[in-house]
């Protein structure tokens, strides 16, 4: 963990996807590391679900509709590990740089929004899922779970991320917040919603760095006009594929680095000077001096979700059950007792 007098150069990108090969959205990840790495880049983060494209289709076509292109989304879907791991592993090693990506993750038969952290050395350090997709992302994505809700520490500094609404959960914040994130990596889809949607999120980014005392670095994707024409011809709706952009790195005083990126593609660089934690949280550290763990806490269940968990009774192994034993007193209290 970086000492409080670093300063680390961040990067944010917004650029748009290849709609057509995931080969193509993956050249784009690569060839921005390397424009990154020229400027002297030490973190960069990418869009949510940036590879092969974010599923715009499922905001705009009704779900009887949504049938083959959220196939051709499965079948471009990249596998964690893969040959994308290995290939984003390789440029983050030749750049020394940690690169954190959005992909859509395919699982089998499931698809997750997934959130992946690739040390400076190449190491994939943390995959994590998004653990609530949201309104119309029901419809693609299964449910992530609680293992991936923890910074993990980085060449750069400790760094957490979050995608998108999961920054409207409280509690998720509050778990990388009580985790010491020093970088908290924020990615949103771009192109989506309207000028409502940018306005929102520079509240959100801009409240999350206040709070937790930490820098944030938020990407967002972008779509051309051809592309937007291409997910949906019908011109009524086009106008629901504009806006939504704001790519912007934050202080932990909640103040802007560099001038936020709301339309077109380019990189948002910033250096972030890790004295400025120890200045935000001198004065309110809200989960040490300002924090009430003995009135206000958080329990996370951490175990990664699986189908199938079976247990050897003949050798003596515990019922997989015994494990929601440390559950049930909290589930059995009268709702007025907590």
């Known amino acids: 963990m970086p000492a409080s007098h670093t300063t680390v150069r961040a990067a944010a990108a917004q650029i748009a996807p290849d709609l057509d090969s995931a080969d193509g959205t993956l050249a784009r990840v690569l060839e921005t590391i390397e424009q990154a790495a020229r400027q002297g880049v030490e973190l960069i983060v990418f869009p ?5 494209y974010y599923p715009y289709f499922s905001f705009v076509q009704p779900p009887v509709r949504q049938g083959a292109d959220h196939l051709l989304l499965m079948q471009r879907a990249p596998t964690v590990p893969g040959p994308l791991t290995d290939a984003v592993a390789g440029a983050a090693r ?103 949607f940018a306005e929102q999120m520079g509240v959100t980014i801009r409240h999350h760095a206040l709070e937790s005392g930490c820098f944030v670095v938020n990407a967002t994707g972008w779509l051309h006009d051809a592309q937007i024409r291409q997910i949906m011809p019908d011109e009524a709706l086009q106008g629901a594929l504009r806006g939504g952009c704001h790519t912007a790195i934050v202080s932990p005083e909640g103040k802007y680095l560099a001038e936020p990126l709301t339309e077109g593609e380019g990189l948002v660089v910033a250096d972030l000077d890790f004295a400025l934690i120890d200045k935000r949280k001198r004065m309110m550290d809200s989960v040490g001096h300002y924090a009430r763990p003995e009135l206000l806490s958080l329990a996370i269940r951490r175990d990664a979700a699986h189908p199938l968990r079976g247990y050897d009774a003949t050798a003596g192994a515990a019922d997989p059950l015994d494990a929601l034993e440390a559950f049930a007193p909290l589930a059995a209290t009268a709702p007025e007792a907590l």
């Not at 949510?48 to 092969?52: D, K, L, Q, S």
């Open 48 to 52: 949510e679900t940036f590879v092969p």
């Open 94 to 196: 030749a750049a020394g740089m940690v690169v954190v990506l959005g992909v859509n993750e395919r699982d089998h038969g499931s698809l997750y929004n997934t959130q992946l952290i690739f040390d400076a050395d190449g190491r994939l350090l943390q995959k994590r899922r998004k653990i609530t997709p949201t309104y119309h992302e029901r419809m693609v994505w299964g449910q992530g779970d609680g293992s991936g809700l923890a910074p993990v520490d980085t060449r750069a500094g400790r760094v957490g991320a979050l995608a998108c609404w999961e920054h409207y959960n409280p509690l998720a914040r509050y778990a990388l917040m009580a985790q010491h994130e020093q970088i908290h990596c924020a990615q949103f889809p771009g192109s989506l919603v309207g000028p409502i």
